[in-house]
């Protein structure tokens, strides 16, 4: 493949990973379902796990339980698809055509990255450790410490931390990466191959857009 050289306007590329970099629909799907059918609760389709996802796994097992939190074995089927999820997250998790070699071409330019995800640290982690090697820093969500969830900005101050100093730009696919973009005081790029349409982002102030992962290199 030959990959037009482009001047590339941001030396620092910060990273959503459900919906902009992986495609894990189908895994926290499974995983969801697992939970629920364990417990006894009704299972969801995975246009609703696509709606329920964006806010941690907290938030879209909130999303999938009935009564949410109030419900009294909430805590019990929450814990399941931790346990769960930590053990099947790769089975069928892929990246997105185009993704990694958007990464590599980044790193071959200089490029520093990281990943930030409202998935629990060590699943974070161990994904971006599996699929994307060239890139240096993975944030997940750790209220241990003191680092909150998006869209506070704080896993992208913990990132750039850890990167140093740079023009900087965040990739994302939802209203939740636009807001943690504001609240981290970057630009944001929208990509449109993930779990939220056009006119959904632009309903929450999307105004860069990306068709195809390679064509981040020309913005």
């Excluded at 919906?19 to 799907?29: K, Y």
């Excluded at 995983?31 to 009704?42: C, E, F, G, I, T």
Aim: glycine share 6%; aromatic share 10%.
């Amino acid at each position: 493949m030959v990959i037009g050289y482009y001047l590339l306007a941001y030396e620092i590329y910060i990273f959503d990973l459900d919906g902009t970099l992986l495609d894990t629909l189908q895994d926290l799907a499974a995983s969801v379902n697992y939970a629920l059918r364990q417990h006894h609760m009704p299972e969801h389709s995975i246009d609703d796990v696509r709606r329920f996802v964006g806010n941690g796994v907290r938030r879209l097992m909130e999303r999938a339980i009935p009564e949410g939190a109030a419900n009294p074995a909430f805590e019990a089927a929450f814990a399941t698809f931790r346990e769960y999820y930590m053990e099947h997250s790769l089975d069928t998790t892929r990246p997105y055509d185009g993704i990694p070699e958007l990464i590599h071409e980044l790193k071959k330019r200089g490029c520093r990255m990281a990943v930030v995800s409202n998935k629990m640290m060590a699943a974070t982690q161990e994904l971006v450790h599996h699929f994307f090697p060239e890139i240096e820093v993975a944030i997940g969500e750790d209220e241990a410490a003191g680092i909150r969830k998006k869209p506070a900005p704080d896993t992208v101050f913990a990132a750039m931390k850890q990167l140093g100093e740079g023009s900087a730009v965040y990739v994302g696919d939802s209203d939740v990466d636009l807001a943690t973009a504001r609240n981290s005081g970057l630009p944001c790029i929208s990509v449109l191959w993930g779990f939220r349409d056009r006119d959904f982002l632009l309903a929450h102030g999307a105004t860069t857009f990306v068709e195809q992962p390679l064509d981040i290199l020309s913005i």
